[in-house]
């Protein structure tokens, strides 16, 4: 069963940092491009990031220079380094991955951005 767990949502303040984290269910993911996406209130979800199995990474261009996606595959986990934040970063953030032919999406986890 794929399950994927998020954690480290936070409120923070213009110009902080978080990091966010994302549990998978096996060891399956290590072969597996891994993505984090966000919405925000009355907006599409969309893409922040993409690392491939291999280890390299794509980023939307309203992070680049910001967030940093990586994987450790020994401990089936993504992860988001997200450095000086916007209040307009503030969105809930899901972890997602493809598995053949489904998509599949954590709980997503709250950044909130404000000071």
């Known amino acids: 069963q794929v399950q994927l767990v998020e954690s480290g949502g936070d409120l923070v303040q213009p110009g902080g940092s978080l990091r966010l984290s994302c549990a998978t269910s096996?060891?399956?993911?290590?072969?597996?491009?891994m993505d984090w996406y966000r919405q925000a209130p009355g907006r599409e979800r969309e893409l922040v990031a993409r690392i491939m199995s291999g280890g390299s990474t794509n980023y939307a261009d309203f992070v680049k220079g910001r967030f940093t996606i990586s994987r450790d595959n020994a401990k089936n986990t993504v992860y988001l380094q997200m450095n000086s934040l916007k209040v307009e970063d503030t969105a809930v953030y899901y972890c997602?991955?493809?598995?053949?032919?489904?998509?599949?999406w954590g709980q997503g986890t709250q950044v909130t951005v404000s000071s």
């Open positions: 997602h991955v493809r598995v053949a032919v489904v998509d599949y």
């Open positions: 096996g060891s399956i993911f290590r072969l597996l491009a």
